[in-house]
T-cell receptor, first 115, second 111 residues
Framework: KAGVTQTPRYLIKTRGQQVTLSCSPI?????VSWYQQTPGQGLQFLFE???????NKGNFPGRFSGRQFSNSRSEMNVSTLELGDSALYLC??????????????FGEGSRLTVL | GQSLEQPSEVTAVEGAIVQINCTYQ??????LSWYQQHDGGAPTFLSY????GLEETGRFSSFLSRSDSYGYLLLQELQMKDSASYFC????????????FGKGTTLSVSS
């Protein structure tokens, strides 16, 4: 069974640009959540999508947005990039009702560097 | 605000036992999870406590006390490969898909 796939793995952008990151969840998983990981703040919850609907949202500005498609694939977008947006962006999938509670399956992440 | 506190670093030797504590302050709590992350890798699930008490999974055990807003991860028979970062995470929704993470504990195991 293929794991969670994130693309691109690495990317470099400049301030003011926008970026779109993609996540393909494990087959059959309908929930996709996104996290930002930085050395100073650790893992911070961005948002979660389930069946194409945003179900939960963290405390990030509106520049951070996402969506989920009918095949459960998800994208997140960051507009008007700032230096502080440099981070590892992790996607995680879950299929509620299978496996253990609290278990998310993470991808390897997309490492974004903003110059 | 919502937060989880855990020590930033722990060191131990091979074969030893180490306990990583986690205290949490959250609104809406369904359970506590633990994740391991090696440098450059994805976080991987280790354990979950939805109820008070001890859960054992091989060399790893996890404990939760809801009344004390406290949990810990116990790692026994430490091996070099256990050197990694360990995160506790509070489950904020019933589906278990929204987690608030602690900042992580870096465990260094030496021979």
């Amino acid at each position: 069974k293929a794991g969670v796939t994130q693309t691109p793995r690495y990317l470099i952008k400049t301030r003011g640009q926008q970026v779109t990151l993609s996540c393909s969840p494990i087959s059959g998983h309908r929930s996709v959540s996104w996290y930002q990981q930085t050395p100073g703040q650790g893992l911070q919850f961005l948002f979660e999508y389930f069946s194409e609907t945003q179900r939960n949202k963290g405390n990030f500005p509106g520049r951070f947005s996402g969506r989920q498609f009918s095949n459960s694939r998800s994208e997140m977008n960051v507009s008007t990039l700032e230096l502080g947006d440099s981070a590892l962006y992790l996607c995680a999938s879950s299929h509620r009702g299978r496996g253990r509670d609290g278990e998310l399956f993470f991808g390897e992440g997309s490492r974004l560097t903003v110059l | 605000g919502q937060s989880l506190e855990q020590p930033s670093e722990v060191t131990a030797v091979e074969g030893a036992i180490v306990q990583i504590n986690c205290t949490y302050q959250t609104s809406g709590f369904y359970g506590l999870s633990w994740y391991q992350q090696h440098d450059g890798g994805a976080p991987t699930f280790l354990s979950y406590n939805g109820l008070d008490g001890l859960e054992e999974t091989g060399r790893f055990s996890s404990f939760l006390s809801r009344s004390d807003s406290y949990g810990y991860l116990l790692l026994q028979e430490l091996q070099m490969k256990d050197s990694a970062s360990y995160f506790c995470a509070a489950q904020l929704n019933q589906a278990g898909t929204a987690l608030i993470f602690g900042k992580g504990t870096t465990l260094s195991v030496s021979s």
